[in-house]
């Protein structure tokens, strides 16, 4: 079974811009979450999505939004960046039923210039 | 509040065991799981524990909760330089998928 496959792997942006960052879950899985991971604030909830609704949100700013599709694919959306948020995006996978823990993927490595 | 603390750094020899602890403040944690991360790469999932037990045992891992004083710690058997790695704890409440993760600790294995 294919893990859980996170694209673009990095990606270079300007400040202002804006990015997507694309989720592919494991095969059945419905629930995809959302991760930041930083030195400095280590890893941090973004959101979590399950059947194409926004279950559970962390405490990040609007800039930040999700969504996902009927196959359970998802993808993030981040506006106007900033220098802060260069980061690792983890994107997890899980059968989301509450008692199936998370696959996570190779992640997305953003840095902001 | 939600911490999950770790101390930073852990060093042993190759073929030693590596005791890895992290401590936990929310009681109404459902499950808690261990994580590893090497250089480059995600976190990959090396074992979870639900609430309501006290020890699980996986080949070279075993896992402790002591839930009384919030306590979880992971135990890697004859320790391989390919064991080097950061490891998170993390724990999760109810049904959802938000998980609070620990800041990690680096296992260095040295020949």
């Known amino acids: 079974k294919a893990g859980v496959t996170q694209t673009p792997r990095y990606l270079i942006k300007t400040r202002g811009q804006q990015v997507t960052l694309s989720c592919s879950p494991i095969?059945?899985?419905?629930?995809v979450s959302w991760y930041q991971q930083t030195p400095g604030q280590g890893l941090q909830f973004l959101f979590e999505?399950?059947?194409?609704?926004?279950?559970n949100k962390g405490n990040f700013p609007g800039r930040f939004s999700g969504r996902q599709f009927s196959n359970s694919r998802s993808e993030m959306n981040v506006s106007t960046l900033e220098l802060g948020d260069s980061a690792l995006y983890l994107c997890?996978?899980?059968?989301?039923?509450?008692?199936?823990?998370?696959?996570f993927g190779n992640g997305t490595r953003l840095t902001v210039t | 509040g939600e911490d999950v603390e770790q101390s930073l750094f852990l060093s042993v020899r190759e073929g030693d065991s590596s005791v890895i602890n992290c401590t936990y403040t929310?009681?109404?944690?459902?499950?808690l799981y261990w994580y590893k991360q090497e250089p480059g790469a995600g976190l990959q999932l090396l074992t979870y524990?639900?609430?309501?037990?006290d020890m699980k045992q996986d080949q070279r891992l075993t896992v402790l909760l002591n839930k009384k004083d919030k306590h979880l710690s992971l135990r890697i058997a004859d320790t391989q330089t390919g064991d080097s790695a950061i490891y998170f704890c993390?724990?999760?409440?109810?049904?959802?998928?938000?998980?609070?993760f620990g800041t990690g600790t680096q296992l260095k294995v040295e020949l």
């Open positions: 929310d009681s109404s944690s459902t499950y």
């Open positions: 095969s059945g899985h419905r629930s």
């Open positions: 997890a996978s899980s059968l989301g039923d509450g008692n199936s823990p998370l696959h």
């Open positions: 993390a724990e999760g409440r109810g049904g959802g998928n938000k998980l609070t």
């Open positions: 524990i639900f609430s309501n037990m």
């Open positions: 999505y399950f059947s194409e609704t926004q279950r």
